[in-house]
């Protein structure tokens, strides 16, 4: 006689499963880690394509907030608005090219080539102290090393990733600039349903954040080049427009790229005495404490305000991991990251 086998029952332990048994935020700490680690994998193996997409999301962020103003203006349609803005930038990069572009082609070539001259004069002044003498001696021993490691192979091939990664970062910025809904959308798409919302807002603060420090910076290189061509050209420095314009654009890198900016200004300044380099320096100190004490305040108050030494740190780990591309989106970077963290402690303070 046929008699069905019964299904044999798991004695009931009382032990509870994996996910009962860790507590809540011990789970979220282990998901995050996890999700640190892919993150982390990600940016060693993809780190410069990366940061060439996030340079084209600043790129789009510039673009779809002129659109926008122009927009509400102008009372057009999206499409129109970006097209105008579109027409609007090539047409002034076009004129500044016709204008400038002579010039500091033939003031850059007299810069490289008094910059050595001006180099020879600062050792000269430096050797003639023991100390100073140990210091050169030191650093040329540095030098040497580093030249050593240096091919002509690398530095075409850095030239070429660099123009590349230019042409990626304006593509993204374009494609991304002309439908960012799109993007964003799909972007939210990619995240479970109940944390779209949450997702949603980050990403909306990261993008103010953005926008209002991409045009808080403008505005200061502006500014800053402006006043360092008019003081140059009152102290009679050579080069005046070109090395106005280099500090100009140097200062989308704080801090750092103020002290770049100045060394080839203070060296072309020591060809003609090194009273006029001393009073290049005191305006180079005063110009950037202008910018960094009042003018950069104002204009960023809406955006996220990093304290000098998140900023520096961050900008000494994005050399380290991608040279002169990490160190110039690394403000940007610390700004998102910090917007980031401080949404999420707003979250936990509000009750639910």
């Known amino acids: 006689m046929y008699r069905p086998r019964l299904k044999r029952e798991m004695p009931d332990t009382g032990c509870p499963s994996l996910s009962e048994a860790l507590p809540a935020a011990l789970r979220r700490t282990l998901l995050l880690g996890a999700a640190l680690a892919v993150a982390a994998a990600v940016i060693w193996y993809a780190g410069a394509v990366l940061l060439y997409a996030f340079a084209g999301i600043l790129v789009a962020v510039v673009l779809q907030t002129c659109a926008h103003w122009v927009s509400e203006k102008a009372h057009l349609g999206p499409r129109v608005s970006y097209w105008c803005v579109l027409i609007g930038v090539a047409g002034i990069a076009a004129a500044v090219v016709w204008l400038i572009a002579p010039r500091v ?3 850059g070539a007299d810069l490289i080539t008094q910059l050595p001259a001006g180099l020879a004069r600062l050792r000269e002044s ?4 023991s100390l100073g003498a140990s210091i050169l001696h030191l650093l040329q021993q540095r030098a040497a090393e580093s030249a050593h490691r240096v091919r002509l192979a690398s530095m075409g091939s850095s030239a070429l990733d660099t123009l590349g990664g230019a042409i990626v970062a304006l593509v993204v910025g374009l494609y991304g600039a002309a439908d960012p809904d799109l993007y964003r959308a799909g972007l939210l798409r990619m995240i479970p349903q109940p944390g779209r919302a949450h997702a949603a807002k980050y990403l909306d603060r990261v993008t103010y954040t953005l926008r209002w420090w991409m045009f808080g910076q403008m505005v200061p290189m502006v500014v800053l080049a402006l006043a360092t061509m008019l003081g ?15 500090t100009g654009l140097m200062i989308f ?25 001393v009073w290049v320096l005191l305006l180079y100190i005063c110009v950037h404490v202008a910018e960094g004490y009042a003018l950069t305040p104002l204009v960023q ?9 998140v900023t520096v740190l961050a900008q000494l780990l994005m050399w380290s991991i991608a040279g ?3 160190a110039a989106l690394a403000t940007p970077l610390a700004a998102a990251a910090l917007t980031v963290v401080s949404t999420a402690l707003r979250d936990e303070k509000e009750p639910a």
């Open 105 to 107: 082609e033939s003031e």
């Open 126 to 129: 430096i050797g003639n102290t």
């Open 232 to 246: 140059l050209w009152l102290m009679d420095i050579p080069l005046a427009f070109t090395l106005g314009l280099f």
């Open 253 to 277: 890198i704080p801090y750092v790229g103020s002290l770049i900016a100045a060394i080839p200004t203070a060296l072309i300044a020591l060809l003609q005495s090194p009273m006029k380099m």
């Open 301 to 309: 108050r809406r955006a996220v305000r990093l304290p000098p030494v």
């Open 324 to 326: 002169v591309l990490g």
